[in-house]
């Protein structure tokens, strides 16, 4: 049993450990982001020095950023399609979730919470991957108690 509560000491450890660098990383990410915001800010025109992508002005992309930053939660691509005054089709739910899917793939920009619903990395919004697990419940791994069978009229003396 103490072998399992080392393990299991462990384990939280490094949970919380995980939990530490996602805070840290998520805090660079925003920190980057402002850093290049100021540089767009005072050289709009000049190309960026990273290797994160830039969103072209105007774009369904950029948009999309835009209204998620002003709602400040994930939103469902249908709402991101009516916020811009589009009609909800298939066409154009695959579209704006194709371009969009690809940022939340290189973990740039965007993150994707729920399915259909796209957060912004800069605002804490994760995709369920990043998130730390859940504590396991109360009592887990412990072995409870057999209950002594019910007592029967039957013989004792038969094995089966």
């Known amino acids: 049993m103490d072998e399992r509560k080392a393990i299991h000491e462990k384990l939280k450890k490094k949970e919380q450990e995980i ?3 996602e ?9 980057v982001q402002a850093l290049q915001d100021v540089l767009k800010m005072l050289h709009p025109d000049s190309p960026p020095e ?12 950029a948009k ?3 209204i998620i930053l002003q709602r400040g939660k994930p939103v469902h691509i249908n709402d991101l399609i009516e916020a811009m005054g589009k009609e909800v089709t298939r066409e154009s739910r695959a579209s704006l979730t ?4 690809a940022y939340v793939r290189r973990g740039d920009v965007f993150t994707r919470p729920a399915p259909n619903t796209f957060g912004l990395a800069e605002l804490g919004h994760s995709t369920p991957g990043e998130q730390p697990t859940h504590q396991p419940p109360q009592g887990f791994g412990k072995i409870s108690p057999v209950p002594p069978p019910p007592k029967s009229d039957m013989d004792d003396d038969i094995p089966f």
């Open 23 to 31: 805070e840290k990383l998520r805090a660079a990410r925003i920190y």
């Open 19 to 21: 939990q530490l660098l």
């Open 50 to 61: 990273t290797g994160e992508s830039v969103m072209k002005s105007g774009s369904a992309v």
């Open 98 to 101: 194709s371009s969009i899917a």
């Open 64 to 66: 999309a950023r835009e």
